[in-house]
Antibody, heavy 121, light 110 residues
């Protein structure tokens, strides 16, 4: 059974940092692209960042470019999102999702339950 | 403002059929596969349709997808109260080099 479990969310002040983690199990983690998608309270889905299976291709939404860094550790079946210079508009539920074998395919077949990030003074 | 455009809401009676549209451009829908997601209240999104019209294992054939040019459509037949949810279309945008989603459509089964 595929499982994605996010952690690391919390409440922080603007300008501070957080590191999200996603523990994956039930599939060959090192064979698939992975991504982060967020959902602000009462709003729709927003693609945040994606990473290919071999970390050779990485992408970011313009809204987080230069502030967020995605990474993965295939030996630990884990995905990460380092979030710096956080802003109130980054407040959202952050989902980890599994992509396809190829980066750039917009189909995500498994999602975690999300971890909540709140940025407020 | 989402890159893909969906109607904010649709509604229909139990047993009826509903369609949800998703409009984009040549840089996204026009040249990439479309997927659809169902988000029940308080839960994570669930993949309903991928590669424009394919259904993952376990998704009933009441759900269907199609694509024409720069638009895509999700169809749901035999509506049930349990289908009440938010539905999102998604695809890759080759110009942005990023994934994109529609703004979501709230389905109400009257």
């Amino acid at each position: 059974e595929v499982q994605l479990v996010e952690s690391g969310g919390g409440s922080v002040q603007p300008g501070r940092s957080l590191r999200l983690s996603c523990a994956a199990s039930g599939f060959n983690f090192d064979g698939y692209a992975m991504l982060w998608v967020r959902q602000a309270p009462g709003k729709g889905l927003e693609w945040v960042s994606g990473i290919s299976w071999d970390t050779g291709t990485i992408g970011y939404a313009d809204s987080v470019k230069g502030r967020f860094t995605i990474s993965r550790d295939n030996a630990k079946n884990s995905l990460y999102l380092q979030m710096n210079s956080l802003r109130p508009e980054d407040t959202a539920l952050y989902y980890c999702a599994k992509g396809g074998p190829s980066y750039g395919v917009g189909s995500y077949d498994y999602w975690g339950q999300g971890t909540l990030v709140t940025v407020s003074s | 403002q989402s890159v893909l455009t969906q109607p904010p809401s649709v509604s229909a009676a139990p047993g009826q059929k509903v369609t949800i549209s998703c409009s984009g451009s040549s840089s996204n829908i026009g040249n990439n596969y479309v997927s659809w997601y169902q988000q029940l209240p308080g839960t994570a999104p669930k993949l309903l349709i991928y590669d424009n019209h394919k259904r993952p294992s376990g998704i009933p054939d009441r759900f269907s997808g199609s694509k024409s040019g720069t638009s895509a459509t999700l169809g749901i037949t035999g509506l049930q109260t349990g289908d009440e949810a938010d539905y999102y279309c998604g695809t890759w945008d080759s110009s942005l080099s990023a994934g994109v989603f529609g703004g979501g459509t709230k389905l109400t089964v009257l």
